[in-house]
Every structure is written in structure tokens, then in C-alpha cells.
């Protein structure tokens, strides 16, 4: 095999990873400024900054909280969808498509979509919040309300994804099992239950992970729908991140220094993703 | 009523609500874009009166066409190169044993960093806008190889050790064995990182400051008003941007589907 074939991929790894952390370390050890980069050695302030940035503390904790929750949303809503299809029966088809277009829809249009749903204004429930009794009620006007508000937008987009990969898991389980089971009198849960679900179970997880890995790289949504507010409710780490560098102060090396530290946080999480993942399939076998 | 009933009537009503809950955002933003400031404040789901005029408004507020060639430009750029690049990777990694696995492992790891970090060192190196197809082709990369890799296993070796026989070089055996057997995989990979790098935010927020070369992404934040005057054009413009990724996602129906089921879960 001709090792030169791997010169693109190399190359790819080098823009897209490797100059990328070993300018973000040399970043966050160092002063410097958008125009001018790396003044000067700066030890381990730009660490303290960072940690002491009340924003960026909490943000870390939001991510990955939102990332949990909205991949918990997906993946329950986006199985769900998927058992049905598979017990309608028939092709994806049309209706399988129109599943699918959350997906494809730009994250900015998504955002601008639900803000615009939602308004307490102009909004598509202002006659329902009318009859509640809760006429003008803005579900981004809290923190709580706006950050669960963010979590369904997320997840509206992303279900597909799930949908989509255990639908195909569950075509791959072979008909002679379900056959069989039916045979030793096991009705259709049951079925579900403990036949096809230990065998789609490791798809499952693998959709799990990579939900999580796209939900903690949410920026987008929030730049659009809350810009982080109210106060710092949905500020998550990715976006004061970026607040950090390029918005206000220009602090490159505090936000290089966050960077690092919402990698090891990312990192951690996924690293716990991946035992889980890992337990189950084991104990499967 | 029999289980078999109940469970046809219930896996109908699922999808259904689904199916209303994946439309109604998009449809609802259909609705405002045909009614006037008054028709909308007034709230509700269908316009008292159809007009268009925030159509035409929504281009003249900000440059949409405009943006929408950049979009389209930045997106055609950047999936060629995501292909060029993964082609050849995703053969290795299918192909090439334990090295070609431990590339796949560090291809997918480097997906798995939130993309915030590399704006900072990106933005020293690139400080242009042309630079946004080519951050976004090599960013999708992991993408593609992951969705491709399936799909180059499952071509039987022997079909390529054939042609090896009848005297072609591996490159050439990629070229006109494996390459015409991974097509739909190919396409299907295509158009997700066409999506992929149309729908892109971050990058292109933070590398294209100058107005002439956002992509609409970054046109549709920046119409940001909260007047009620603006929802119309809001929608309008926002819809500018979904209507072709609906089209496409339509029109290639079947290989998208087919391309991410079959290729992604192993």
C-alpha cells in the first residue's frame, strides 16, 4: 500500500488538530493580542483568569449538563420514532424524509424559527398562553425556562439523527429471531424487549456518544436565541469561549487557556461515554 | 380491539405527531413571512391576508443573494475538498490494518473536540475568507471517512486483487474498482458535508468579518431585530437559507438515507 495516499489525511490532521493545540497551548501560556500573538511567557495566569472568570466556571458545568440532557431528549424521543416506523412496517419513504429535515435545517435558521414560534408577541401560542391565564408568558424570560427552551431546539434538530441509525439497527435484526420468539409465545414487547433491544443496544449507545459529542458543540442556537442570557443561564462554555477572544476584551490567551480546559472537560466526559459504552457491549456477550 | 390493532394504531399516531413537530417550526415561519406587521402582532397560525412584500424586503435589508452565493460557494468548495481528502483516507483506513485503524481512531477523536478550539490558532493563520471552504473541507473530513470506511469494506477484495493481477497499481485499482462501487456511499457522504458545511456558524462568523463574504448563516444572526416590524423578513430571509438544503434533502432522498444508515452504524 502506498504510504502517500496517507499525505492528504496527514495533512488534513496537521490544520484541523495538531497547529491548532500546539498554538492553543502556546497561546494560553503566553501574553498576546489579536494582533499581536505571544508576547510574552505568562506562566499560568491566563489559567487563573480563566478560573477566576465567573462566566467561564459555570459554563463548563452548563455544557455538560446540556450535552447529558439533550442527548438523553434524543435518544429517548429519536427510539421511539424508530420503533414506530419499524412497527408500521413498509418503506421510510416520504414520511421518513419529512423526519429527517430538522436535521438538514441550518442551526441559525432553527434558532430563528423558535424565537419566532415562541415570541410573547407575534408568537404561534399567544392565544393558548391567553386561555392559560398566562397571557404574554415568554419561555426565554427565565433562565431555567430559557435553557430548557434550548434543550428542546437542540433536540428537535438532532432526534433524526437517532432516528435514522436505530431504524437502520432495527432492519439488521435478523427475522428468524423475532420469528422465533413469536414461536415461544412472546408477544410484540416482549419481543421488543428482550430480543431486538439487546441487539440494537450497542447501536443505541454509539448514537448516544456521537449526540453527546454534537451537543457539547452547540454555539449557533445560543448565539441566536439567548446570546447567552438571561444573565449567564445558557452562556455554555463554547460560546464564552468565544465571547472571551473575540467579543469585549479581546483576552486571546484567557480564551486559549479556556479552550484547554473545555477540551479536558470534553474529553473526560466522552472518555466516561466510551467505559459505559464499552461495560454494556461486554456484558452482552 | 387486538394488540396488532393497538400497535398499528399507535405506531400511526407517533409518527404522525413526529411528523407535525419535525414541520411545524418551518411552516409557521411559511406563515409569517406571507403576513404584514399587523396580521402578525394579532398572533395565530395562518395570515388573514397573503402578501409577499417581506420577500422582496428581506433582499433589500440585507445582501441575501449575495449570501447566498457565498453559502453556496463556500459549501460546493468545501465538500470537493472533504472528497478529495477522504477518498483516499477511507480506503487506507478500510484497507490498511492496524495502521489504517489507528488512523480512523485519531480521524474520529479529532471530530470529537468542540470546533471552538480551533478558532483562535485558525483566525493567526488564516485572517481571510478564503480560507473559510478550505478550514470547512478539512474539518468535515472525520465525517466523511467515518461514513465512507463502511461502505470500502464492504467491496470484496478479490475484485481488487483481480485487477492487481491484470496489472493495475493500487491507486489505480481505488480508481476504477473500488471507486465506482462506493459511489452512492460517495454521494451520500457528499451531501452530508454539503449540509454540513452550508448550515457552518463558527467558523464563519469568526473568519469572514467583511459583509461581501458571509455566507447566509451569518447574514440570518446578524438580522437580529426584535421589533415585531422585522418577523417577517426574518422568516423570509430564513427560509431563503432552508429551502435549498429541503430541496436537495428531498431530491436525494433515497441515497442519503441509504448512504448514512448503511455506512455509519457498524
Redesign the interface.
Given at each position: 500500500m502506498p504510504l502517500w495516499l496517507a499525505v492528504p489525511a496527514v495533512v488534513s490532521l496537521l490544520v484541523i488538530a495538531g497547529y491548532p493545540t500546539v498554538v492553543g497551548i502556546a497561546l494560553a501560556f503566553t501574553n498576546s493580542s489579536l494582533a499581536r500573538p505571544l508576547r510574552s511567557f505568562a506562566g499560568f495566569d491566563n489559567f487563573v483568569a480563566a478560573a477566576e472568570s465567573v462566566a467561564f466556571a459555570g459554563s463548563l458545568l452548563r455544557s455538560a449538563v446540556f450535552a447529558v440532557l439533550a442527548t438523553a431528549l434524543s435518544v429517548v424521543a429519536g427510539v421511539a420514532a424508530a420503533v414506530a416506523l419499524d412497527a408500521r412496517g413498509g418503506r421510510f419513504g416520504l414520511l421518513g424524509t419529512v423526519l429527517l429535515l430538522p436535521m438538514v435545517t441550518p442551526p441559525v435558521s432553527v434558532g430563528v424559527a423558535w424565537k419566532l414560534l415562541l415570541a410573547p408577541v407575534g408568537g404561534a401560542f399567544t392565544g393558548l398562553w391567553d386561555a392559560l391565564g398566562i397571557a404574554g408568558f415568554n419561555p426565554l424570560g427565565s433562565g431555567v425556562g430559557a435553557f430548557s427552551t434550548l434543550l428542546v431546539m437542540h433536540a428537535w434538530q438532532w432526534t433524526p439523527l437517532v432516528t435514522l441509525l436505530v431504524y437502520a439497527a432495527l432492519l439488521g435484526v435478523p427475522a428468524e429471531l423475532r420469528e422465533a420468539a413469536a414461536l415461544d409465545g412472546a408477544g410484540w414487547l416482549r419481543t421488543l424487549r428482550s430480543v431486538v433491544g439487546p441487539q440494537v443496544a450497542p447501536s443505541v449507545l454509539a448514537v448516544a456518544v456521537l449526540e453527546l459529542v454534537i451537543a457539547f458543540k452547540v454555539f449557533d442556537l445560543i448565539v441566536v436565541v439567548t446570546s447567552g442570557g438571561p444573565g449567564v443561564s445558557t452562556t455554555v462554555a463554547s460560546f464564552e469561549v468565544f465571547r472571551t477572544a473575540f467579543r469585549g476584551s479581546f483576552e486571546v490567551g484567557t480564551a486559549a487557556a479556556e479552550t484547554l480546559l473545555l477540551g479536558l472537560v470534553v474529553g473526560v466526559v466522552l472518555a466516561v461515554a466510551g467505559l459505559v459504552t464499552r461495560r454494556v457491549r461486554d456484558a452482552d456477550r | 380491539m387486538s394488540?396488532?390493532v393497538v400497535?398499528?394504531f399507535?405506531?400511526?399516531a407517533?409518527?404522525a405527531v413526529?411528523?407535525v413537530?419535525?414541520?411545524?417550526?418551518?411552516l409557521?415561519?411559511v406563515s409569517?413571512s406571507l403576513r404584514g406587521v399587523d396580521d402578525?402582532?394579532n398572533?395565530?397560525?395562518l395570515p388573514t391576508r397573503v402578501r409577499w412584500d417581506n420577500w422582496p424586503a428581506a433582499f433589500d435589508t440585507v445582501p441575501l443573494a449575495r449570501m447566498l452565493a457565498n453559502s453556496w460557494l463556500i459549501a460546493l468548495g468545501a465538500t470537493l475538498l472533504t472528497v478529495?481528502?477522504a477518498v483516499?483516507?477511507a480506503?487506507?483506513t478500510a484497507?490498511?490494518g492496524r495502521r489504517g485503524q489507528r488512523?480512523y481512531s485519531?480521524?474520529l477523536?479529532?471530530?470529537?473536540?468542540?470546533?471552538?478550539?480551533?478558532?483562535?490558532?485558525?483566525?493567526?493563520?488564516l485572517k481571510s475568507v478564503l480560507g473559510l471552504a478550505?478550514?470547512d473541507g478539512?474539518?468535515n473530513?472525520p465525517v466523511a471517512?467515518w461514513l465512507l470506511d463502511g461502505f470500502v469494506r464492504r467491496v470484496p477484495r478479490e475484485l481488487e486483487e483481480a485487477g492487481w493481477v491484470d496489472g493495475l497499481s493500487?491507486?489505480a485499482g481505488v480508481r476504477r474498482v473500488v471507486l465506482p462501487l462506493v459511489l452512492p456511499g460517495l454521494v451520500a457522504a457528499s451531501l452530508v458535508c454539503f449540509?454540513l458545511a452550508?448550515?457552518e456558524?463558527?467558523f464563519a462568523?469568526?473568519f469572514a468579518q467583511s459583509p461581501s463574504a458571509q455566507p447566509?448563516?451569518v447574514g440570518?444572526?446578524l438580522?437580529?431585530g426584535d421589533r415585531?416590524v422585522q418577523?417577517g423578513q426574518?422568516?423570509a430571509?430564513?427560509?431563503v437559507?432552508?429551502v435549498p438544503?429541503?430541496l436537495?434533502?428531498?431530491a436525494a432522498?433515497r441515497l442519503?438515507?441509504g448512504g448514512?444508515?448503511?455506512g455509519?452504524?457498524k
Open positions: - | 394488540a396488532p400497535r398499528a399507535g405506531s400511526r407517533v409518527l413526529a411528523a413537530l419535525a414541520l411545524a417550526p418551518v409557521f415561519l409569517l402578525i402582532s398572533g395565530g397560525w478529495l481528502v483516499p483516507t480506503y487506507l484497507r490498511g488512523l485519531v480521524l477523536a479529532a471530530y470529537c473536540a468542540p470546533p471552538v478550539i480551533a478558532v483562535l490558532p485558525l483566525y493567526f493563520l478550505l478550514v478539512l474539518a473530513v471517512v493500487v491507486v449540509f452550508y448550515n456558524f463558527l462568523v469568526s447566509l448563516t440570518l444572526s438580522f437580529q415585531t418577523f426574518q422568516a430571509a430564513s427560509l437559507a432552508i438544503v429541503y436537495l434533502a428531498v432522498q442519503l438515507i448514512l444508515s448503511q455509519a452504524v
